[in-house]
């Protein structure tokens, strides 16, 4: 069979290879949709290796196999890609860390040894079936192909959550920021304050729950001086490091939830002045997927305003280039891998 992979920089390549095999600890699923996300779209860019493993990495399918020993799914089951829940005997979990479990955390990075040779860019994947959330019926495929971005956006929000009178700004309004606005509006905020250039990404963020969507500009002319409580950084570029920490009030908060690929320039002084708390969010853990699927079958968290298009795998190539020369042509393509 097929798989879409990162094969070089700007290379995106579909490579045969083969069916996959159930094992001991592992399910086989047969991928209904995978999301484009940009971390995908980073890796085809980026000047240095991209895991397999995880090129394709928000998917919805059924189980078609299971291994000998697994007990967790069943053939049939709707599922979703996520994170083991804690293994329980790492250091981290022997610490009462369980969030930071280093078993389950090598799993969602795809460095297990029940990682995959290729994402979910394919028609079929085999994975650690521990790993895998079952969706209701409830949920179209396109819907639930975007629990795990949802997910993201859900534990970046339990991270800094903000309380009722609180000002919050999310900076960057992609897939990810547009998620975060949903997940603040439905856990219930002041007031809350979309930062995008682009025009079209700014009525998107004010039908995701922004009570008002600026440019960068205005955010300057507006906060800078008084300073939202939290800012939710989800740009993911460089500059915008100091940027959310310009934005916050002293003694408030910066949640960095976008992933800048290059190094940031910031100015410690600022830091130290506004006695400011810069927190990151990266991924989730396990019992998230659950809330966050609660929060899109009770309607308070619309996915499906996100999505633009579903291409093929052939198509897939073509649509991971235009996401790489304008990232703000689409906010979430989806690929059906079984066309």
Not at 24 to 52: K, S
């Amino acid at each position: 069979m097929l798989a879409g992979l990162v094969t070089g920089t700007r290379r995106f390549e579909l490579v045969e290879v083969p069916e996959p095999l159930p094992r001991p600890g592992t399910a086989v699923v047969h991928i209904t949709r995978c999301g484009i996300c940009g971390t995908d779209v980073h890796g085809f860019l980026a000047n240095e290796p991209y895991n397999p493993a995880i090129c394709g990495h928000e998917w919805v399918g059924v189980v078609t196999a299971i291994g000998a020993d697994v007990t967790t799914t069943t053939e049939g089951d709707r599922v979703v890609a996520g994170i083991a829940p804690p293994c329980g005997t790492c250091a981290e979990c022997r610490a009462n860390r369980d969030a930071y479990c280093i078993a389950a955390f090598l799993g969602m990075v795809g460095r297990d040894p029940l990682a995959p040779p290729h994402g979910g860019f394919a028609p079929s994947i085999s994975l650690d079936a521990k790993r895998l959330i079952s969706v209701p019926s409830a949920l179209s495929d396109d819907a639930a192909a975007m629990v795990e971005p949802a997910a993201v956006a859900l534990h970046a929000v339990l991270r800094t959550p903000p309380r009722a009178d609180d000002t919050v700004l999310v900076q960057g309004c992609g897939p990810i920021g547009l998620l975060v606005l949903q997940c603040i509006r439905a856990l219930g905020v002041g007031r809350l304050i979309a930062i995008e250039p682009n025009e079209r990404r700014r009525a998107l963020a004010i039908s995701c729950g922004a009570d008002d969507a600026i440019s960068p500009e205005d955010a300057v002319t507006q906060f800078a001086r008084r300073g939202a409580d939290i800012v939710f950084e989800c740009a993911g570029i460089a500059p915008t490091v100091q940027s959310a920490v310009d934005l916050v009030r002293r003694g408030g908060q910066v949640n960095l939830v976008g992933l800048a690929s290059g190094n940031a320039t910031v100015s410690p002084g600022s830091w130290l002045i506004k006695e400011v708390s810069v927190i990151a969010s990266l991924g989730y853990v396990h019992h998230e997927f659950g809330q966050v699927i609660n929060l899109m079958t009770d309607g308070l968290v619309n996915v499906l305003m996100l999505h633009d298009r579903t291409v093929s795998l052939h198509e897939l190539p073509t649509a991971i280039a235009e996401l790489a020369d304008d990232p703000s042509s689409a906010t979430k393509i989806l690929v059906d891998p079984q066309r």
